[in-house]
């Protein structure tokens, strides 16, 4: 545990933030769940306008209220300071509407297994993914999807 503990130290020490520019300046997430919340957290860190997308307000507004606790505790611990909160909070957002997302650059998908939900959201959309670790549900969902340019092959 102690060896964990200071390898995560040591390794948030040597962080630097990217110098690659990017024509992405707003990103989206579908699913206010753990793992959405994760990644949304992940992109506000790096400077990016975040959507947090779900199925109804109540989730959105779930979703945001802890990002916000997310923040309260690192300002807490005094990992990060008052402004560097402020920064991190203008920058999250969440909506229910998916026509919202026309003029987002990037779109993540976090959404729960439920197959209704990722037949709303693939079809309309390129998907990047580790095949191997697709679910039955999405294999299926991607056997539907007819132009095979929507799928490129990642491997990581």
């Known amino acids: ?7 995560e130290k040591q390794s948030a020490a040597a962080y630097k933030p990217s110098t690659i520019s990017s024509n992405i300046s707003s990103i989206s997430v579908i699913g206010a ?7 949304a957290i992940a992109f506000i860190d790096a400077g990016f306008n975040v959507t947090l997308v779900d199925t109804t307000e109540e989730q959105c507004s ?3 209220k802890k990002i916000r606790e ?3 505790k ?6 990060i300071s008052i402004a560097e909160k402020q920064q991190a909070l203008s920058l999250m957002s969440s909506t229910y509407d998916y026509g919202k997302l026309a003029d987002i650059d990037l779109v993540v998908e ?3 297994e439920k197959m209704s939900v990722k037949k709303m959201i693939f079809p309309r959309s390129m998907l990047f993914a580790n ?14 999807m007819i132009s095979p340019v929507r799928l490129p092959d990642l491997s990581w």
Do not use: D, N
């Open 70 to 72: 997310h923040y309260e």
């Open 110 to 112: 976090a959404a729960f």
């Open 62 to 64: 779930l979703g945001l």
């Open 74 to 79: 690192m300002h807490e611990k005094g990992r």
């Open 1 to 7: 545990m102690r060896y964990a503990f200071f390898a």
């Open 33 to 39: 769940g753990t793992m959405g919340i994760g990644i």
């Open 131 to 144: 095949r191997p670790q697709f679910s039955q549900q999405i294999r299926r969902i991607l056997i539907s």
